[in-house]
DNA sequence: AAATTAAATTAGAGTTATCTAAAAAATAAA
DNA sequence: TTTATTTTTTAGATAACTCTAATTTAATTT
């Protein structure tokens, strides 16, 4: 059973917008996320519906299935070791690395995705923190909150962000923020949700909450 | 002006069989290259002409224009340095590469070859032999002659190959024949073209001249 | 519960790429 | 120079994927 390109990229949406397959997922979600057009998304559902990645009756939603959460997993898998080897190997910066990805994922080749792996050194994690589904599908996720929620003087790291796209990354890069930073939450504004982190135990950080709720958080 | 995957491909196949544009190259030819129907070439051809990649006039013939040996070339330097990739760093044999590089040659980001060459060192020539094109499309090829062709006595060194099947490159595997032997005519048979060489002045080696011919050799 | 609004699906059409079968043009043979 | 053969092109279908516009179903509001 294999999936064309349009497929992956809609089995991929779908695993992603229900998180894995426990939130429902709507048409017009996908639609937004695929950047198509509901009637599109209809149509291939549809069709995942027959090739039994996903069990779908019409109007009533849609259940991502085992089989479709391993091919979709399989395609993040590649997608994030792409990322990695951009990253690692061919120094692109972390927000230049996601429409590459988005083509290489879906190169067919077995032995290659095994050589990369292993050409990486078996890496867990992409360059924004998001895990990495080993050979089997099995992604060892870390419990991790947004950074919006957490309260004063909580301390913790950044260990991913929840918005790959560049406008985000390099707004990051610019104030410093970054996989790894240690940071501290030293005050929350009430009436907007705004917050002020320590990174790195030297600098001081403000920023609003939209921008907060993008930064995931392992407690320490 | 971009072009599709399925029109990147039928433009290299017309840049390979036309030999750079010096050779006329027929509908017939191109549907057994690109293993599809003369009817479906005729439709692309149309469609090529259309984009101006070759000048095309039907029962006539075909010519590629300069736009389309850029475009040819520019697929055929990612083909080939992703070949270079899969051998060098991912231990990937010489046979197993064409099959992927088919694949990875059509990822679109200009900034992708681009690391990608300086992370190889800027490799001259894939792993079957081949020169790679720089990025303005400039090839710089050797001259070099078919092993069939040599005389007896006659030296040189094996600097490509002509076909890239995995069978043939597994058969020069298997008798230990590689780009870089050194080589030199031991014997012709007049009666069936067969060759008798010898191998880094040490093995000796016999073979029919249909394989002879699929050798080619930088004289010395 | 009926009316309104929102979400999802279907109908119908366009694009790209492929095929088989039929027709046309060019080439080779008688 | 007709006739036969080969090559190439066109005609007509099919498959994937996408769109706009119209319709149907579900959810919300009065
Ligand atoms: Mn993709
Ligand atoms: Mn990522
Ligand atoms: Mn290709
Ligand atoms: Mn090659």
New binding site residues.
């Given amino acids: 059973m294999e999936l ?4 992956e ?2 089995l991929k949406a779908i695993y992603h917008l229900s998180d894995g397959g426990k939130k429902s997922v ?4 996908i639609a937004a996320e ?14 995942l519906g027959e090739k039994e990645v996903i069990q ?1 009756r ?4 849609l259940q991502i299935t085992p089989l479709g959460m391993r091919l979709a997993l399989q395609t993040i898998r590649k997608h994030r070791l792409w990322e990695v080897f951009l990253v690692d190997k061919l120094q692109f910066a972390w927000d230049e690395v996601h429409e590459v990805a988005e083509q290489l994922e879906h190169i067919q080749s077995p032995l290659l995705i095994e050589r990369l792996d292993a050409y990486l050194n078996y890496p867990k994690f992409d360059p924004h923190g998001d895990p990495i589904p080993d050979a089997f599908g099995d992604v060892r996720s870390r419990p991790r909150i947004a950074l919006n929620e957490m309260g004063i003087d909580q301390s913790g790291q950044i260990v991913a962000v929840k918005d790959s796209s560049p406008e985000f990354l390099r707004y990051l890069d610019k104030v410093g923020a970054y996989i790894g930073a240690r940071i501290k939450v030293l005050d929350k504004v009430e009436f907007d949700g705004s917050i002020e982190i320590l990174v790195d135990q030297k600098k001081n950080l403000f920023m609003s909450k939209e921008v907060a709720k993008n930064i995931l958080i392992l407690t320490l």
Same sequence: chains 1, 2.
Avoid: C, F, H, Q
């Fill in positions: 064309t390109t349009a497929e990229n809609y709507s048409t017009n979600d695929i950047r198509t057009k509901p009637a599109s998304v209809s149509d291939m559902l549809r069709k779908y019409k109007y009533y939603g």
